[in-house]
Nanobody
Framework: QVHLVESGGGLVQPGGSLRLSCAASGIVFSRYTMYWYRQAPGKERELVAAVTGDVRTNYAESVKGRFTISRDNAKNTVYLQMNSLKPEDTAVYYC?????????WGQGTQVTVSS
């Protein structure tokens, strides 16, 4: 059974930082491209960042230079380091793993950026 469990969300002031983690089980983690998505209230879910099995990364324009995605294959975990957070970064953040037709999502973690 596959599980993706996100953690690290919370309330942070504008300009602050958070690090999200997504721990995976039940998959051969190193094969999978890992993604972070987010969904703000009333908006569609959007891609934030991705990292392939060979550690190529991709970012949404809105987070480039502020967010960093990384992976630790020994720990079956993907991270999202978020710096210089803005109120518009407020959303539920979701982890996704994908390898060919195998596609799994986590339950999400809330990130709120507010003073």
């Amino acid at each position: 059974q596959v599980h993706l469990v996100e953690s690290g969300g919370g309330l942070v002031q504008p300009g602050g930082s958070l690090r999200l983690s997504c721990a995976a089980s039940g998959i051969v983690f190193s094969r999978y491209t890992m993604y972070w998505y987010r969904q703000a209230p009333g908006k569609e879910r959007e891609l934030v960042a991705a990292v392939t099995g060979d550690v190529r990364t991709n970012y949404a324009e809105s987070v480039k230079g502020r967010f960093t995605i990384s992976r630790d294959n020994a720990k079956n975990t993907v991270y999202l380091q978020m710096n210089s957070l803005k109120p518009e970064d407020t959303a539920v953040y979701y982890c996704r793993s994908q390898w060919f037709g195998y596609d799994y999502w986590g339950q999400g973690t809330q990130v709120t950026v507010s003073s």
